[in-house]
Every structure is written in C-alpha cells, then in structure tokens.
C-alpha cells in the first residue's frame, strides 16, 4: 500500500526485475489492476511493471465520504498517481506511463505535476478523452443533442447495482464497451471486473467524468505521448483521440484499431503492449538504463 496526499491508501503491484525498464499502468472507471493481467503478462520478462487500483477499485478503500467531494476529483487521481511514482522509482528514475480511459485522465490530470514530470519518459493515452465525455459517449442510440447527453448521463450515472454476471448483463456490457468482434472470454473477463467494482464508487467517479475538463492538461503534457483508440469506441469515441493527438505539444503517434470497442487493453491485447513496448524501446533505452545504473 502507498499513502496518498490526503492519507488515502492505494493498492500497488509490482512484476519484473530491478534495473530493467518501468511501466506504470493506471486503469480506468470501474476496472482494476486485473485489467492489465494481459500487458503484465506480456511486459513483465524483461520489464519492471507497476499497476496499482485507483482509488475505491479493487483493493485500494474508497474515499471518505466527508461532503468535501476531494476525494473523488482529478486533483485526487493526480495525487494518487504522484504517490505511487515517488514510491516504486527511485530519485532520477523515469518510466512509461500508460493510463486507459480514466486513467489516461489521470495522467492529464498530473500534467503539471513536479513528480509525474521528474519520472515520466513518455506517455501513452488509451482510449481516453479530456472533456464532454457524456455529450460525445455513443452507448445511447440516438443522435447528439440534450436528450441523448441527459440519457447518457443517468445510465453512466446510475446507483443501481450491476448484480451477478449473466449472459444478458454480458450483452450490455459488450454493446456499451467493446467491439462487436470482441472474443467472449474477453467480453467475460471485462464483464467480472466491471461488476466487482462498488457502485457508490462507480457512481462517484461517474460524477466527475461527467463534469471533466482536462484540455488544458493536454496540452501541458510537455513529453512524448502516444494515443490509441478503437475505431467502435462507444464511451470515448475517436474524435477525441484524433482532437488530443492534434493539441498535444509532442504526438508520437495516433493509432486507431479497426473495429475495437473502448476495453483496448482486454480487446486487443497485443497491439497496446507493443505502443508500450515502442515507447520504453525510444524513451527508456539500453544506454539510458546503462547511465542510470552507473
């Protein structure tokens, strides 16, 4: 466990040797660090990989309810990922940040931050969006306007539980979230991450998402950065990649994958490992991990 600024505790995982290239993995709303089982798996021979449960998933508490609302904000997720950078790298140390959809927000949210600028090499943005995400997200089928943009926001919004993973509730799941291609195991493992996570929790960072405004955070990330989305992304459709590749002051590259839906990491596994891998292979090279053993 690495404490936070406001005393929080996050829950953290790390794989891999000492001395090799890090990754740090930060997931999305409603996810965990099981997440990244597939990036973990793959990275993990010959990387040093973190992943850590943003606040209230997984393992990490959720924040208290003390009406101040500061526990679910984007100052919040800034802070949790500024704690667990200074806790697993060392003074000097950089790495490759990669954050899915809440967490490529969290990584715009740190924009600024002295911490997250003294350890990020580089970034990768997957499946992601700065602002308006409920007037943009497609899981309604309607066309854009106030009625969609309010439906949108009561079904990502809602208090109810999800309950028990079923074959419907696996549907849903698929339609909102994934490619219509998605394989069903995979379609399974995003559906039992999703459920486990608690919905007070789901329904407090849906209130903050909801109101995001993280533009100026794009353009103050002043390092290399990556972005991916899959071209059937419901929840943060292309658009937003394309707008956050064009404002960033330093793109490396737009990816968009043909057919998959907003779980990028669990749809296509492969392709999000090997933006990682290109990123530590640039940014995080053999001579620069030479010097820094010296």
Same mark, same amino acid.
Request: with cysteine; proline share 7%; glycine share 10%.
């Given at each position: 466990?690495?404490?936070?600024?406001?005393?929080?505790?996050?829950?953290?995982?790390?794989?891999?040797?000492?001395?090799?290239?890090?990754?740090?993995?930060?997931?999305?709303?409603?996810?965990?660090?099981?997440?990244?089982?597939?990036?973990?798996?793959?990275?993990?021979?010959?990387?040093?990989?973190?992943?850590?449960?943003?606040?209230?998933?997984?393992?990490?508490?959720?924040?208290?309810?003390d009406?101040?609302?500061?526990g679910?904000?984007?100052?919040?997720?800034?802070?949790?990922?500024?704690?667990?950078?200074?806790?697993?790298?060392?003074?000097?140390?950089?790495?490759?940040?990669a954050?899915?959809?809440?967490?490529?927000?969290?990584?715009?949210?740190?924009?600024?931050?002295?911490?997250?600028?003294?350890h990020?090499?580089?970034?990768?943005?997957?499946?992601t969006?700065?602002?308006?995400?409920?007037?943009?997200?497609?899981?309604?089928?309607?066309?854009? +306007?106030?009625?969609?943009? &309010? /439906?949108?926001? #009561? =079904? %990502?919004?809602?208090? !109810?539980?999800?309950?028990?993973?079923?074959?419907?509730?696996?549907?849903?799941?698929?339609?909102?979230?994934?490619?219509?291609?998605?394989?069903?195991?995979?379609?399974?493992?995003?559906?039992?991450?999703?459920?486990?996570?608690?919905?007070?929790?789901?329904?407090?960072?849906?209130?903050?998402?909801?109101?995001l405004?993280?533009?100026? +955070?794009?353009?103050?990330? &002043? /390092?290399?950065? #990556? =972005? %991916?989305?899959?071209? !059937?992304?419901?929840?943060?459709?292309?658009?937003?990649?394309?707008?956050?590749?064009?404002?960033?002051?330093?793109?490396?590259?737009?990816?968009?994958?043909?057919?998959?839906?907003?779980?990028?990491?669990?749809?296509?596994?492969?392709?999000?490992?090997?933006?990682?891998?290109?990123?530590?292979?640039?940014?995080?090279?053999?001579?620069?991990?030479?010097?820094?053993?010296?």
């Amino acid at each position: 466990m690495v404490t936070s600024a406001d005393g929080s505790a996050i829950h953290v995982e790390v794989y891999g040797p000492e001395g090799a290239p890090v990754v740090v993995l930060a997931h999305g709303w409603t996810c965990s660090t099981r997440f990244w089982d597939a990036q973990i798996h793959a990275l993990s021979a010959d990387h040093r990989v973190v992943v850590y449960d943003q606040r209230g998933h997984g393992e990490s508490p959720a924040p208290a309810l003390d009406g101040s609302g500061k526990g679910y904000s984007t100052e919040a997720l800034a802070d949790d990922l500024e704690a667990v950078l200074a806790a697993t790298l060392g003074p000097g140390e950089r790495a490759v940040v990669a954050g899915h959809s809440m967490g490529g927000m969290t990584i715009m949210a740190a924009a600024r931050r002295p911490v997250f600028r003294q350890h990020a090499a580089a970034a990768l943005l997957c499946s992601t969006g700065p602002s308006r995400l409920t007037e943009e997200a497609l899981v309604v089928p309607l066309g854009p +306007g106030r009625l969609r943009t &309010r /439906l949108t926001r #009561a =079904v %990502l919004g809602s208090k !109810a539980p999800l309950g028990p993973v079923t074959p419907v509730s696996k549907r849903i799941l698929k339609y909102a979230t994934m490619g219509p291609g998605s394989a069903p195991e995979r379609v399974d493992a995003c559906a039992r991450i999703v459920h486990a996570c608690p919905r007070g929790v789901r329904h407090g960072w849906s209130q903050v998402l909801a109101s995001l405004d993280a533009e100026a +955070g794009v353009r103050e990330l &002043r /390092l290399p950065v #990556a =972005v %991916l989305v899959g071209t !059937a992304d419901r929840l943060t459709p292309p658009r937003h990649s394309r707008a956050m590749a064009g404002a960033l002051p330093h793109c490396t590259g737009l990816v968009e994958l043909a057919g998959m839906g907003h779980m990028t990491p669990v749809e296509a596994p492969e392709a999000v490992t090997a933006q990682i891998r290109e990123l530590t292979l640039t940014y995080l090279g053999v001579k620069e991990n030479e010097e820094a053993g010296a």
